[in-house]
């Protein structure tokens, strides 16, 4: 007998064959935009009864990495250009902590995934982008001030806007998956050894995250006068007119 659902997809099939193009295109659409919206989120293999678990992932990550490790480099004096470029990372920082669902019986497994269909998932991954805008916004509000010029504080976004928002979440993701691959391959750390090749893939994905959020902070110290001078060349050509 077959499971359950192989039946009902098996039933789906027979339904989208007997279907003309234009109804399948439209039941395709259809399916595509139910999928879009928060309303109808679910997971399966989500337990309501874990989601102290989850919350208390959710709190850990929030006191540890968007309060705890910005205050130590703000108190101890690291280079702005580094901070600039961490705060509005906590999201990339998310995605490699949560690779696996994370440890302790998945204690991240919602922290920051985009694609997962709970309502969990949904608030804590909004509330990391909302976080890592916070300290994008943070970050120009208070080099305008710091420096008195709302041309300095805009600057550095530019760069770590694009660099945040645009490249680092998929490529970490992608290697470190390449990298959990080359240790059940060639060095038989798999599924039995799971806290193991977690700790390892996690590790190698926050040192590449440090690698990107080092560069970042040598991109903006090396270009942001470049992009000042951009926007006081802009500011003239409009003030001319």
């Not at 680092?168 to 193991?196: H, M, T």
Request: hydrophobic share 45%.
């Amino acid at each position: 007998m077959l499971p359950q659902d192989t039946n009902t997809n098996i039933k789906v099939k027979n339904v989208e064959k007997k279907m003309s193009k234009s109804e399948y295109d439209k039941h395709s659409a259809d399916a595509i935009e139910n999928k879009r919206t928060i309303l109808g989120l679910y997971d399966k293999p989500f337990n309501k009864k874990e989601t102290l678990k989850y919350a208390f992932g959710l709190i850990l990550y929030v006191i540890i990495f968007v309060i705890a490790i910005p205050y130590l480099m703000l108190h101890n004096n690291v280079p702005e250009e580094i901070f600039l470029a961490y705060v509005p990372n906590v999201d990339m920082l998310a995605t490699v902590l949560g690779y696996e669902g994370g440890p302790f019986s998945n204690i991240w497994r919602y922290l920051y995934n985009p694609s997962n269909l709970t309502l969990f998932g949904f608030f804590s991954t909004t509330l990391m982008n909302y976080f890592a805008l916070l300290g994008g916004t943070f970050m120009v509000a208070w080099q305008t001030h710091k420096h008195k010029s709302w041309k300095r504080g805009w600057s550095a976004a530019f760069i770590f806007l694009l660099m945040t928002y645009l490249i680092p979440g998929n490529l970490i993701v992608i290697l470190q998956d390449k990298v959990a691959g080359f240790l059940k391959g060639s060095w038989n750390i798999g599924s039995n050894e799971s806290l193991l090749r977690y700790v390892l893939v996690v590790v190698f994905g926050l040192i590449l995250s440090a690698c990107i959020i080092f560069t970042e902070s040598l991109v903006i110290k090396s270009t942001r006068h470049h992009i000042e001078n951009g926007i006081r060349l802009v500011e003239k050509a409009l003030k001319t007119k």
